[in-house]
């Protein structure tokens, strides 16, 4: 069955310093990887996806992710943090069988002055 | 750009009250889902369909049932509304995946319902 892991419930980090969220996944088959935003009482909204091919994948707002099969990771990262980066922010895998997404708990990411 | 509304962003509900939540989106997606989400718990799913009359249970369907009689609707009921269901709800709509070649999910904005 597969299943998310999201290490770290809270990140906190200056204005400018690298964001660095991560994500770690199991599947018995191929996975569709993603990850999702969520601002302040708000829906959750698509940051980026990755399906098949370039494993390095951009998403919106400067973020990019890499899907590395060999660790079974699809860690997300932006070289410089913004204050509209706070956030909380979800990793997902795809259940191919039945078109479910199965979410990670989530990672609290907050952005000092 | 698909669109997925609720019908409301903020309820206040009575112990022992029916209440339901409304979700319509506007893509003509096949797939609808009901998520709760909790501090420190993340999205649960609590039903799914597939198709218009068909559901299947999610993690935690305990206390909610569902109905879809249009493809573009997908309604969460509340039975009996208690405090342990005080939560923010987030309803979803998808394609087919192996069809679209994409399993992503279209969100609405959540309804934030209180029990009291």
């Known amino acids: 069955a597969q299943s998310v892991t999201q290490l770290g419930s809270h990140v906190s980090v200056s204005e400018g310093a690298l964001v660095l969220l991560r994500c770690n996944y199991s599947s018995s088959v191929p996975p569709y990887l993603f990850w999702y935003v969520q601002y302040p009482n708000q829906g959750l909204q698509l940051l980026l996806k990755y399906t098949t091919g370039a494993t390095l994948v951009k998403g919106i707002n400067g973020f990019e992710a890499e899907f590395k099969k060999s660790e079974t990771s699809f860690h997300l990262t932006k070289p410089s943090a913004h204050m509209s980066d706070a956030a909380e922010y979800f990793c997902?895998?795809?259940?191919?069988?039945?078109?479910?997404?199965?979410f990670g708990t989530g990672t609290r990411l907050q952005v000092f002055p | 750009d698909v669109k997925v509304t609720q019908s409301s962003r903020y309820l206040v509900k009575r112990t022992g009250e029916k209440v339901f939540l409304e979700c319509v989106q506007d893509m003509d997606h096949e797939n609808m889902f009901w998520y709760r989400q909790d501090p420190g718990l993340g999205l649960r799913l609590i039903y799914f369909s597939y198709d218009v009359k068909m559901k299947e249970k999610g993690d935690i369907p305990e206390g909610y049932s569902v109905s879809r009689e249009k493809k573009e609707r997908f309604s969460l009921i509340l039975e009996s509304a208690s405090t342990n269901q005080t939560s923010m709800y987030l309803c979803?709509?998808?394609?087919?995946?192996?069809?679209?070649?994409?399993?992503?999910?279209?969100f609405g904005p959540g309804t934030r319902l209180t029990v009291t």
């Open positions: 997902a895998v795809s259940d191919h069988y039945t078109d479910k997404l199965i």
């Open positions: 979803a709509s998808s394609p087919i995946g192996y069809r679209a070649n994409s399993y992503e999910q279209y």
